[in-house]
C-alpha cells in the first residue's frame, strides 16, 4: 500500500481520522481527572500523555482545539491541578465511554461507575481503581500553529502505586501493573516486554539487563 499525502487528504475524514490517529505508534491510554472551581468532578480518557521530562519531573498532553467546550482543559484553568491515572485491563470499556460528550453538570466517574478518590490533600480526583496515579500540577501550554491543538504541560507532585511493580532501578514494570495502551482512539492492548538492555554504547557489547 502506497497512501501519498493527497489521497490522505481526499479519504473520507472517519477513514482519515483511523489511519492518522493509528499510524504515529502504539500509544498511552490514560484517564485525565479534573476538578472546576465549584467542585464539579471530571474524567475523561487521552491517548497523547507523554514523557516530557524527568528533572524537573514534566508530562505533557495534547489537548484538541477549543472550538467545543473541554472540560478537562476549563477545570485546568480554574484549578492549576488534574490526575492521570492509568487504565486497568478491568476498566476499559468504562475508561472509554468518557470521551463521550457528557454536559458539564455530568461526572463522568458517576455516569461511567469508576470510584473517585482524593489523596493527601490533593485538590483533583484520582480514579480509586488505577494501578497508578500522578498528580500534576499546571506549568505552561503552547499552542500548536498549524491545527491549534494545545501541548499542556504539568509538573508531577505526586505518583501512586503499589511498590510491588518497582523494580530495584527505578523502573516502573507496567506490566506488572496491567496498564494498558491504546492504538489510534478505539483499541486497547496488554503490553508485552520483550527485553531489557544495558545503556548503549558506541563500541560495547550491548547486553540485556539481569
Ligand atoms: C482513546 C481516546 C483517546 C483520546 N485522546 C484524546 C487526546 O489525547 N486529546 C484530546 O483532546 N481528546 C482526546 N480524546 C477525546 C476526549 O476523551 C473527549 O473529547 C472527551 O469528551 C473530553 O472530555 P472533557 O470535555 O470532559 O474534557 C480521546 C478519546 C478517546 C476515545
Not at 476499559?92 to 470521551?99: L, V
Amino acid at each position: 500500500m502506497h497512501l501519498s499525502h493527497n489521497s490522505v487528504k481526499e479519504l473520507p475524514s472517519r477513514k482519515r481520522a483511523q489511519l492518522i490517529n493509528s499510524i504515529g505508534g502504539l500509544k498511552s491510554a490514560n484517564l485525565i481527572g479534573s476538578i472546576s472551581k465549584s467542585g464539579q468532578t471530571n474524567l475523561a480518557i487521552f491517548n497523547s500523555v507523554m514523557h516530557i521530562g524527568s528533572h524537573p519531573a514534566l508530562l505533557g498532553f495534547i489537548l484538541r482545539p477549543t472550538t467545543v467546550e473541554r472540560h478537562t482543559y476549563e477545570n485546568i484553568f480554574e484549578t492549576n491541578v488534574f490526575t492521570i491515572n492509568h487504565i486497568h485491563p478491568k476498566m476499559i470499556a468504562q475508561a472509554h465511554q468518557t470521551s463521550a460528550k457528557y454536559e458539564k453538570s455530568i461526572s463522568e466517574f458517576e455516569v461511567v461507575n469508576l470510584e473517585k478518590e482524593f489523596l493527601d490533600d490533593f485538590k483533583a480526583p484520582f480514579v480509586k481503581t488505577s494501578p497508578i496515579k500522578i498528580a500534576c500540577e499546571y506549568q505552561n501550554e503552547y499552542k500548536i500553529q498549524e491545527n491549534a491543538c494545545r501541548l499542556i504541560i504539568g509538573k508531577i507532585t505526586d505518583i501512586y502505586f503499589d511498590e510491588g511493580i518497582q523494580n530495584l532501578d527505578g523502573f516502573v514494570d507496567l506490566t506488572k501493573s496491567e496498564s494498558v495502551g491504546c492504538i489510534g482512539t478505539d483499541a486497547y492492548f496488554k503490553a508485552t516486554i520483550l527485553n531489557r538492555f544495558e545503556y548503549a554504547e558506541v563500541g560495547k557489547e550491548l547486553n540485556s539487563k539481569s
